[in-house]
Every structure is written in structure tokens, then in C-alpha cells.
């Protein structure tokens, strides 16, 4: 089974940047779709981003051209690079395998405010 850390949130005004990180243990990382999700107060958990085992990567949308989703096999490694952020990127954001599966772990908080 893969744990899952998740770091690198804050808070952060619109327009601004942030790095997340998130690292898995186990030794299926490298055989498996990762993803990050999100989950905004009141809000369902949505799939953000997602890369495939070969890099191949996917985006919702609303973060289209902002975000940038990319993998440390080595490092089992996950990382979300967020820039232009916008008050509603304000959420909860969570790795996970892409689709979903297990544990969730504690997530970390991305608020986007002035």
C-alpha cells in the first residue's frame, strides 16, 4: 500500500506561486498514474492534475496553462507547480493514484487571498 505526505501549501496572494510536494512510500510508485486533487469548503474532491507512469500528464480546465504536475520516480516523488493562483484555488490538496485508491493522506492547505 502507498503512504502519501503531502507539504508545500500556504497562503499566498493572487498571482502568486507555490510548490507542492508529495511524497509516497512503497515500491508501486514508478507503475503508477499519480494525481493531485483538491477540495474547496462545501465542495466534492476533484482531480486537478494527473501524469502517467511514462510522464504523459492531464489538467482540469480551470488550471489549464497555470499548473504543472511532474514526477521524481527516483525520488518517489510527486510535485504540483501552481503559479497565477486565484482565490478560488483556495482548498485542501491531496496526492493520490490517479484513479483514486486507499488511504487519503492529511493534504495540505492552499489559501489564495489579499
Known amino acids: 500500500q502507498v503512504q502519501l505526505v503531502e507539504s508545500g501549501g500556504g497562503l499566498v496572494q493572487p498571482g502568486g506561486s507555490l510548490r507542492l510536494s508529495c511524497a509516497a512510500s512503497?515500491?508501486?510508485?514508478?507503475?503508477?498514474?499519480m494525481g493531485w486533487y483538491r477540495q474547496a469548503p462545501g465542495k466534492q474532491r476533484e482531480l486537478v492534475a494527473g501524469i502517467a507512469i511514462r510522464g504523459s500528464t492531464k489538467y482540469a480546465d480551470s488550471v489549464k496553462g497555470r499548473f504543472t504536475i511532474s514526477r521524481d520516480n527516483h525520488k518517489k516523488t510527486v510535485y504540483l507547480q501552481m503559479n497565477s493562483l486565484k482565490p478560488e484555488d483556495t482548498a485542501v490538496y491531496y496526492c493520490?493514484?490517479?484513479?483514486?485508491?486507499?488511504?487519503w493522506g492529511q493534504g495540505t492547505q492552499v489559501s489564495v487571498s489579499s
Open positions: 493520490n493514484r490517479d484513479p483514486p485508491l486507499g488511504n
Open positions: 512503497g515500491s508501486i510508485f514508478s507503475i503508477v498514474s
